[in-house]
Each structure stands twice: as C-alpha cells, then as structure tokens.
C-alpha cells in the first residue's frame, strides 16, 4: 500500500522557467515531510522539509507547499536550473524515524 | 564531517548465498535506518536501530535482519537470497530517534543476485 504517491514519473521544463513536482500522501498521521534529491549511483540528498504546522517553507529556489486538507505537498523551483536534473523524492514521516517514500519524479531542465 | 559511509558499494551474489552490507553513520548520530529501492517502487523501509535496538520495521519476510553496534554502525544482512533482492540498498542516519528531522543517506549497495 503506497502511503505516499507521486504520479508523475517525469518532468520536463526549460531552463529559467518553474518547476512544479506534486506529491500526495493518504495517511493523516504524517506530520513531518521532506523533498530529497537524488543522481543516478548516489544517495537522496535532502534538500527541504515542512512541518504539519506549517503550510509553506522557503529555501532559496525551493519552496514546498503543503495542504493538509487535500494531503497534498509540492515542491517548487524557481528558477530552474541545468543542475536541478535530477530524480526528486518526496518524503512523509509521522514522529519517527520512519519514513515512507513516494516512487520519484525525474526531472529534466532543458538548457 | 564524514558523511554517511555504506560498504561494499557494489556486490554480485548467487541465488541462496547470504550476505552482509555494512553502515557507518555519521558522528553522533544514533539512529540509523536501511531502505530497498527497486525501480518503479521507490524507497522501501527496511528497519530502524536507534541504541542497539531495532526501533522500527518494514513489511520484509525474515530474511531481512539487521543490528547495530555500540559505536552506532550497522548491519545489514540478507539470507537465503532471491533474484527479487537485487536493488540498492540505501542507509540513512539521524541524530536522534523520533521527532521532526531529516535523515541523510549513504551512497549505497548495490545488490545483485543472479
């Protein structure tokens, strides 16, 4: 039972422009989410989080968004980057360790 | 600061063998938890040790086992092995166990049964 879900397998967006990586999750309990990053023969790289309390977090170029009430969350990238290429995992947890991932999105920014 | 370190990063074994991935998490840092990732499934929770002790764990028959030591490395052993167990196996380390923080992942093994 996939807890967390992104139904996008793949992105394709010109360089400059938003990117918009959707995620949505079925279980209410999950109070923390995260966004990592990940290159092929390498490990995700965290890259932002939210907390339930939270609806908005901003790093940067990075920003996720969260609606509680839809149970959904989504990252945005502004501008997008020949370097943001990559495959983009998002991340749900509810106050431990454990965290369930969703199957990934790949992202492709066109130079 | 070193990162999360996984060992071996590669590992080819034949159908039946047993074997064992080992991780070093990063200093301080107490909990550690193990992922499958296959494609098309994403990342699947293995299990997690915070203090020697298995914290968590995910839905994996028994063959799946894993310990961590006092010096909080881990690992991560596989018996009886199927072709269905060829994935990366990825290893994440936190510094504390519960509450909201982020994990930060090895480079992985990459398992493959043949």
């Known amino acids: 039972d996939q807890q967390v879900k992104q139904n996008s397998p793949s992105l394709s967006v010109q360089e400059g422009r938003i990117s918009i990586l959707n995620c949505d999750y079925t279980?209410?309990?999950?109070?923390?989410f995260l966004w990592y990053k990940k290159y092929p023969a390498e490990g995700p790289t965290f890259l932002i989080s939210?907390?339930?309390?939270?609806d908005k977090n901003e790093d940067g170029r990075f920003t996720v968004f969260l609606n509680k009430s839809a149970k959904h969350l989504s990252l945005h990238i502004v501008p997008s980057q020949p370097g943001d290429s990559a495959v983009y995992f998002c991340a749900a947890s509810n106050t431990g360790n454990q965290f369930y991932f969703g199957t990934g999105t790949s992202l492709t920014v066109i130079p | 600061k070193a990162g999360v370190t996984q060992t071996p990063r590669y590992l080819i074994k034949t159908r039946g063998q047993q074997v064992t991935l080992s991780c070093s998490p990063i200093?301080?840092?107490?909990?550690v938890s193990w992922y499958q990732q296959t494609p098309g499934q994403g990342l699947q929770f293995l299990f997690e040790y915070f203090s020697e002790t298995q914290r968590n764990k995910g839905n994996f028959p028994g063959r799946f086992s894993g310990r961590q030591f006092s010096n909080s490395r881990s690992e991560m052993n596989v018996s009886t092995l199927e072709l269905g167990d060829s994935a990366l196996y990825l290893c994440?380390?936190?510094?504390?166990?519960?509450?909201?923080?982020?994990?930060?992942f090895g480079q992985g093994t990459r398992l493959t049964v043949v």
């Open positions: 279980n209410s309990m999950f109070d923390y």
């Open positions: 200093s301080g840092h107490r909990s």
């Open positions: 994440a380390s936190s510094p504390k166990q519960g509450g909201s923080t982020e994990a930060f």
């Open positions: 939210i907390s339930s309390i939270k």
